[in-house]
């Protein structure tokens, strides 16, 4: 599924953040970890739950080892 266009400016904008990206508030958070691959190569980071979109989360299920 794509993102829509206020979601993928939204990402677009957390891959082009400096550095680590403020925590969630409160204890028991999700830090979720996002690869993109674009044409310039594979990069990944680490996104605090309350700055991922919702359609992201929505389409993230939790697996236990």
Known sequence: DSLDAADH???DELF???GKLPA???ADRYI???TRETESG???I???EHL???S???AVKDQLP
């Open 9 to 11: 400016a939204k990402i």
């Open 42 to 44: 594979k990069k990944t």
């Open 16 to 18: 082009k953040t400096r």
């Open 24 to 26: 969630s508030p409160g």
């Open 56 to 58: 992201v989360s929505k």
């Open 52 to 54: 991922v979109p919702r």
């Open 32 to 34: 979720y970890t996002v």
């Open 46 to 48: 680490e996104i605090p």
